[in-house]
């Protein structure tokens, strides 16, 4: 079978690197892919990051550089920054952090200094490395005290935020995840963050597009620092955002550049552009809420088939499952799962007693099958293979995970990927 030539140039010259690309436009385009800070960019979005935009050095801001020939970057930089000014109705956005990682560093260089205490959501709670755990260098260089959610409810217990944040008084709190299925109460923590003396960061890199789509509640006016990546919810390139009000415009901007990072990466800054135009027309309205709805669908289903949902279903794109009743370890279901078509990430679960390497859990999201069109009257098919394909995992059936694959491939099929080649 050949694969199509989809890239002549790049296939003329590396046909080695060539037939991988080819290859893994495939494997994008025949699986359901449920892993929920993936998405499909579009066309244009490709188009933009490919462009000779990434030839040029761009060292600090428009209209002030340290490099010459800037006539069109400066541009391409300014219609960046005003559509997320506009988009997310905040007066300061910063486009140039290489992703959401470094973004959150750049945070922790504007607003605190090595030792100083911070405050986040812990890792297997369903927060991020860099909100100050162990392994990260912001859990290294600063104290991280670390917050998480109940173990009856699986929700933020604002009580335990709000004693550990007068107790501690951190310099920052971070707000917000890469596994929490509920709606983030921005107001809640910024009341304790006022009463604290600490300056609140709402890490949006999950629902940014929910946001700005108004399917998740809008940080404005809350948070004092927006933190974002691009390339999930928002549909747009791997890189990431910091927003604010003007007041903290100058310290966020000298974090990034020069604290942090050298030259941005122009190619992305227009992609993030061109993201950030599409995340403005009312059809991004209609897929964030097609998100939401597909994932309260899917939930509703995997409830049905007797799976744990943890805090009991979802508010956004996210489902993040225990699987201690089904008797299957996380890894095990996750790995089974891609045999057939079905991508998703094994992933601890709140109170896990099992190793972050080898959790209870599995975290699924609808950004990418929404991003294709399915809806929720597809929502039983896709939790019936996951149930499948569970019960296979369990009891080693790969004849099952084979077909599965197959039934998934050919509902894919009539689905094609933004972005992707079709033959
Ligand atoms: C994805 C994510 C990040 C990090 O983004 P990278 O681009 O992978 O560095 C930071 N915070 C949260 C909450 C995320 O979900």
Not at 237 to 244: D, E, I, T
Not at 325 to 354: E, F, H, Q, W
Request: glycine fraction near 10%; include cysteine.
């Amino acid at each position: 079978m050949s694969l199509p030539l989809s890239h002549p140039a790049l296939s003329a010259t590396d046909p080695e690197l060539a037939a991988l690309v080819a290859a893994e436009e495939r494997l994008q385009s025949d699986t359901l892919r449920l892993i929920p800070s993936e998405n499909y960019v579009s066309q244009a979005v490709l188009e933009a990051s490919g462009t000779v935009l990434q030839n040029k050095y761009s060292e600090g801001y428009s209209g002030r550089r340290y490099y010459e020939g800037q006539q069109n970057i400066d541009q391409v930089e300014t219609l960046a920054v005003e559509r997320a000014k506009t988009l997310f109705g905040v007066e300061h956005a910063n486009v140039q952090p290489y992703s959401g990682s470094p973004a959150n560093l750049a945070v922790y260089l504007a607003f605190a200094e090595p030792g100083d205490t911070v405050m986040g959501m812990a890792l297997p709670m369903g927060g991020h490395l860099t909100h100050g755990w162990g392994v990260s260098a912001t859990g290294k260089w600063f104290r991280g005290v670390q917050y998480g959610v109940r173990h009856d409810t699986g929700l933020i217990d604002f009580d335990e935020v709000r004693e550990l944040a007068l107790k501690e008084r951190p310099k920052i709190i971070f707000c917000g995840g890469t596994a929490l299925p509920r709606t983030i109460d921005f107001a809640a923590f910024a009341e304790i963050a006022r009463e604290a003396g600490s300056v609140l960061v709402a890490d949006v890199a999950h629902i940014a597009g929910l946001i700005a789509g108004g399917a998740h509640p809008s940080p404005v006016p809350h948070a004092d620092v927006i933190s974002t990546t691009t390339h999930k919810t928002l549909r747009g390139p791997r890189g990431a955002m910091l927003m604010s009000r003007e007041q903290h415009a100058k310290a966020i901007d000298k974090a990034v550049f020069p604290g942090l990072q050298g030259g941005p990466h122009n190619q992305t800054t227009a992609a993030i552009a061109v993201a950030l135009h599409e995340a403005a027309q009312p059809s991004f309205r209609d897929y964030a809420q097609a998100v939401v709805a597909n994932a309260g669908a899917l939930a509703e289903q995997l409830l049905a088939r007797g799976f744990d949902l943890v805090s009991g279903g979802t508010d956004n794109h996210l489902i993040l499952m225990d699987l201690t009743p089904k008797d299957v370890p996380g890894k095990v279901a996750a790995k089974a799962l891609d045999r057939a078509g079905i991508v998703v990430n094994y992933n601890t679960v709140p109170y896990d007693p099992r190793k972050p390497f080898d959790p209870s859990g599995i975290r699924i999201g609808t950004p990418s099958l929404t991003s294709r069109g399915l809806g929720t009257q597809h929502m039983a098919a896709v939790a019936d293979w996951i149930d499948r394909g569970v019960t296979a995992a369990r009891t080693g059936d790969e004849d099952a995970l084979t077909a599965i694959r197959a039934e998934v491939a050919e509902l894919m099929a009539a689905f094609p990927a933004p972005g992707l080649p079709t033959d």
